[in-house]
């Protein structure tokens, strides 16, 4: 078959969807990655995929540009003649179902998270939801990453019971997501922040949760990682960045790769987002035994079980995350390894990515015979 996987980022598909890219490739199937170009277009190429770049815009919605995509994966879709098209994130998920309907070509989506557009209800979120109800029409599988957000589409007659499926998440290999072994033994507490500089990902609701327990007198170490994005509508300005820096607010780590080093030598990896699908940073952190601290809202409640696995606070609430934090530092040992083993398991247990991919290939079978 010619089954063709279709997402914003060369780098999401390689990070996130790579064992379910390979094991289609073991099965016989010619893959074919269709996204922007970055430096994971390449490594795409050397595992066996054939990559066709396209010009995408994730940032918000220009009609102009919008048109040009679907008129752009029209005319990729007519050429390779895919038997299935695999979507995910909303811009693929609306306008390039949109082109497959077209040509009659069934695809498979993936609402990876509801996204900026629906925190809050406004023209930008009727125009989404509208989008998405004419997209999804001739879906025949689409798959969510959580309850909540299955049922919020579903009550908006978005979709129909019967196409909708909730997965764990985009699933992870716990096998290479696992602690060396080595024990970490930190001066200070650390704590990790894992994200896109951005609003939505609680960023400054942690910064001022830090400053609450610095006031406290409160001695650990508050790191941050991720890439900077400040043209996002909802990107942390780079001055404030620099001006957290300058007054030893936060140990900015910059971006990087490979966050697995990052994770093992923190104490607790905190996420205080506003909403998630499925958060990449708590699969890995919790697959790392690693202790959570995490916001009581859909996506984050999926990893998180509350005094089990870490602690879940108040969405844009910094004392309560400030609260959580001071009650996470003053733990003993003991019971924070017995957190991260809690969460180990729970990766094992429900998130392992072989349950993603069984889900997927049971999926495109059906929609082959």
Known sequence: MKIAIVL??????????????KKLITKGNSVYAIAPHDEYSEKLENIGCRYIPIRMDSRGINPLKDIALIVELFAIYRKIKPDVILHYTIKPNIYGTMAARLLGIPVINNVCGLGTAFLKKNILSKVAATLYKIAFRSSRKIFFQNDEDKIFFEKAKIVRKDQAEVLPGSGIDPEIFKSSGRIVKNKKFT??????????????????????LKEQNIDANFQLLGKKDPKHRRGIPEELI???MANNVVDYLGSTNDVKPFIENADCVVLPSYREGTPRTLLEAASFSKPIIATRVAGCTN??????????????????LADKMKKMAGLDETKRAEMGKNGRNRIEQVFDEKIVISKYLYAIDKLAR
Do not use: M, P
């Open 191 to 212: 704590f990790l922040l894992i994200s896109r500089l951005i609003h939505d990902k609680g960023v400054l609701e942690y910064i001022d949760a830090i400053k609450i």
């Open 303 to 320: 990893i998180v079980v509350d005094n089990q696995n870490g602690f879940l606070c108040k969405v844009k609430n910094s004392k309560d």
């Open 8 to 21: 914003n980022t060369s780098w999401n598909i390689y990070n996130f969807r790579l064992g379910l890219v």
């Open 242 to 244: 620099n001006q957290w």
